[in-house]
């Protein structure tokens, strides 16, 4: 049989795809080398931050707008809950990026919010304890999507659609035919053809995609979750999801949710860099004491003894912005690496996204330019630098 797309890993990204996919009425074969959902990659942990004042790049407020549209979508279909506002609140020193970025995103874009003092926040929010000359931009909308359940919904509904989805199934390689069509993609299991193919590989996009070598890189990240002194302060009514540029990082932080804790990280943890394939799994005290120390100063009232601690990955561009495109080579290949610790969020959008470069003239009315592989880089000529010198497939 030779299918519409094949779609390689069936994570955040590739789940979301293969449901957009096949309610489109594509054919649609997932292939995922875990479980669905696993704790391998990039989107476990429970719950990642969706926020609209987007400090990274106002570009991104578009499409969040579009996101969040389609996770009430999903929730819709699914009847899987999948989003809990809670407000954001992102800031720090008032001259930050953080805080001028988010500031300017809102007034931009025109979103309702409000901008508060340290004392304030503190005031309003009392599991906070920031600092009183702090500012920060409060959003009403934002919150968390619950991400090991969006991918059970996602894949749940791609199959519900037609989608076939072989987990335990890794891909060894794909070869794309030069003339623009069809693709050949080689497993542990067997061997597939398609006329298109759909790269959602996380944290191992650079194994299958040599020429990403370099340009999306795994790194390691910590998550802790901390029993609440006072419970009442960390619950979703009461504490807002926060991005909080400190002295000593920038880090984000969750109430308690599903599972017990305050949950919190910081972002570019310790600066561990490498291969997916050699991730450090476990967690040491170093990591712990990293993190408690955030904890105890700026929310004390939410660092008691630790509940647990868990181990993931960030695949970060040397822009910190998403891949999403052709291939440049191979048309019929489509490349997503929306991470840099920010994606998960967008998963909904970009399923959306992959569908539209995947079928039809394989345009899209979302602007991504600025995701694009040609977009400026740190190498001037484009992110990804000279093609020729590059090996395109395995
Ligand atoms: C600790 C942490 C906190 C984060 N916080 C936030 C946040 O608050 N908000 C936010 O928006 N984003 C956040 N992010 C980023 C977000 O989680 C990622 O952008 C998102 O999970 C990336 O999804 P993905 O589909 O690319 O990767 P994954 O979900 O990891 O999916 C990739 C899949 O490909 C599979 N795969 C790989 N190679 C193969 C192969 N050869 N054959 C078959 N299958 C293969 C993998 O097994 C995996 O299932 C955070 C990330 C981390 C690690």
Same mark, same amino acid.
């Given at each position: 049989?030779?299918?519409?797309?094949?779609?390689?890993?069936?994570?955040?990204?590739?789940? $979301?795809?293969?449901?957009?996919?096949?309610?489109?009425?594509?054919?649609?074969?997932?292939?995922?080398?875990?479980?669905?959902?696993?704790?391998?990659?990039?989107?476990?942990?429970?719950?990642?931050?969706?926020?609209?004042?987007?400090?990274?790049?106002?570009?991104? /407020?578009?499409?969040?707008?579009?996101?969040?549209?389609?996770?009430?979508?999903?929730?819709?279909?699914?009847?899987?809950?999948?989003?809990?506002?809670?407000?954001?609140?992102?800031?720090?020193?008032?001259?930050?990026?953080?805080?001028?970025?988010?500031?300017?995103?809102?007034?931009?874009?025109?979103? $309702?919010?409000?901008?508060?003092?340290?004392?304030?926040?503190?005031?309003?929010?009392?599991?906070?304890?920031?600092?009183?000359?702090?500012?920060?931009?409060?959003?009403?909308?934002?919150?968390?999507?619950?991400?090991?359940?969006?991918?059970?919904?996602?894949?749940?509904?791609?199959?519900?659609?037609?989608?076939?989805?072989?987990?335990?199934?890794?891909?060894?390689?794909?070869?794309?035919?030069?003339?623009?069509?069809?693709?050949? /993609?080689?497993?542990?299991?067997?061997?597939?053809?398609?006329?298109?193919?759909?790269?959602?590989?996380?944290?191992?996009?650079?194994?299958?995609?040599?020429?990403? !070598?370099?340009?999306? /890189?795994?790194? !390691?990240?910590?998550?802790?979750?901390?029993?609440?002194?006072?419970?009442?302060?960390?619950?979703? *009514?009461?504490?807002?999801?926060?991005?909080?540029?400190? *002295? *000593?990082?920038?880090?984000?932080?969750?109430?308690?949710?599903? /599972?017990?804790?305050?949950?919190?990280?910081?972002?570019?943890?310790?600066?561990?860099?490498?291969?997916? *394939?050699?991730?450090? !799994?476990?967690?040491?005290?170093?990591?712990?004491?990293?993190?408690?120390?955030?904890?105890?100063?700026?929310?004390?009232?939410?660092?008691?003894?630790?509940?647990?601690?868990?181990?993931?990955?960030?695949?970060?561009?040397?822009?910190?912005?998403?891949?999403?495109?052709?291939?440049?080579?191979?048309?019929?290949?489509?490349?997503?690496?929306?991470?840099?610790?920010?994606?998960?969020?967008?998963?909904?959008?970009?399923?959306?996204?992959?569908?539209?470069?995947?079928?039809?003239?394989?345009?899209?009315?979302?602007?991504?330019?600025?995701?694009?592989?040609?977009?400026?880089?740190?190498?001037?000529?484009?992110?990804?630098?000279?093609?020729? $010198?590059?090996?395109?497939?395995?």
């Amino acid at each position: 049989m030779t299918w519409d797309v094949i779609v390689v890993g069936v994570g955040g990204m590739g789940s $979301a795809a293969c449901w957009q996919l096949a309610r489109r009425g594509q054919r649609v074969l997932g292939l995922e080398r875990f479980d669905i959902p696993h704790s391998m990659g990039s989107s476990h942990g429970v719950s990642r931050i969706i926020r609209l004042p987007y400090y990274e790049n106002q570009a991104y /407020v578009p499409l969040l707008h579009r996101a969040y549209e389609l996770w009430h979508d999903a929730e819709r279909t699914t009847g899987a809950t999948l989003l809990v506002t809670t407000g954001s609140v992102d800031g720090g020193p008032e001259d930050d990026p953080l805080f001028q970025g988010a500031l300017a995103s809102a007034r931009l874009h025109g979103m $309702a919010h409000e901008v508060l003092t340290g004392t304030e926040v503190n005031e309003r929010f009392p599991g906070y304890r920031m600092d009183p000359a702090a500012r920060f931009v409060f959003q009403q909308q934002g919150g968390l999507v619950a991400s090991e359940r969006a991918i059970v919904a996602h894949a749940n509904a791609a199959m519900a659609a037609g989608a076939t989805i072989r987990a335990r199934e890794r891909v060894l390689g794909w070869e794309a035919h030069p003339s623009g069509e069809g693709v050949t /993609v080689r497993t542990d299991k067997d061997t597939y053809h398609a006329a298109r193919l759909v790269l959602t590989a996380g944290p191992w996009m650079a194994d299958l995609v040599p020429l990403l !070598r370099g340009v999306a /890189v795994p790194e !390691r990240q910590v998550l802790i979750w901390t029993q609440p002194r006072h419970p009442a302060l960390f619950t979703p *009514e009461r504490f807002p999801v926060f991005n909080l540029q400190a *002295e *000593e990082g920038r880090y984000y932080g969750f109430p308690v949710y599903e /599972v017990p804790g305050f949950k919190f990280g910081r972002y570019h943890h310790r600066g561990e860099t490498m291969p997916a *394939e050699a991730m450090r !799994r476990d967690v040491d005290a170093e990591d712990e004491t990293l993190l408690r120390d955030f904890g105890h100063r700026y929310f004390p009232a939410g660092t008691g003894d630790t509940l647990a601690l868990r181990a993931c990955m960030f695949t970060n561009t040397p822009d910190e912005h998403f891949i999403l495109d052709n291939h440049p080579q191979y048309p019929q290949v489509v490349l997503a690496s929306p991470c840099s610790g920010h994606g998960y969020k967008f998963c909904s959008v970009v399923g959306e996204i992959l569908a539209d470069l995947t079928t039809g003239d394989g345009r899209t009315r979302h602007d991504i330019g600025f995701l694009r592989l040609d977009r400026p880089g740190p190498r001037a000529e484009s992110l990804i630098g000279p093609l020729a $010198a590059r090996q395109s497939t395995l």
